[in-house]
């Protein structure tokens, strides 16, 4: 699965899901969203290094791990960001031959 393939499935699901539960998705939504999974994984990194309570859950971790990644795909389609143009000029181009 590439980027493009991978970005367009996520907006088909935040589409369905926001439908079925009514849910607003204002100009920020989506940035908040981003900061509010990113708050979940950090609870789970926290619990699985032994520096929270509740039990340590690697699937967890993962789940959480995707869901900011799903929101950050969300959040740069609404922002116009090209993240794969993004990419090679923030860090792909160190790859290449000087």
């Known amino acids: 699965m590439n980027l493009a393939d991978l970005s367009a499935s996520v907006l088909r699901i935040s589409d369905i899901y926001a439908a079925e ?44 791990a995707a869901d900011v990644l799903g929101m950050l795909l969300i959040y740069c389609d609404r922002a116009g960001i090209d993240l794969e143009r993004a990419m090679q000029r923030k860090w792909l181009h160190w790859l290449e031959p000087r």
């Open 21 to 64: 539960h009514g849910i607003e998705r204002s100009g920020d939504w989506a940035l908040l969203k981003v900061q509010e999974e990113l708050g979940e994984l950090t609870a789970e990194h926290l619990r699985m290094s032994g520096r929270a309570r509740g039990v340590a859950d690697a699937g967890k971790l993962g789940d959480e």
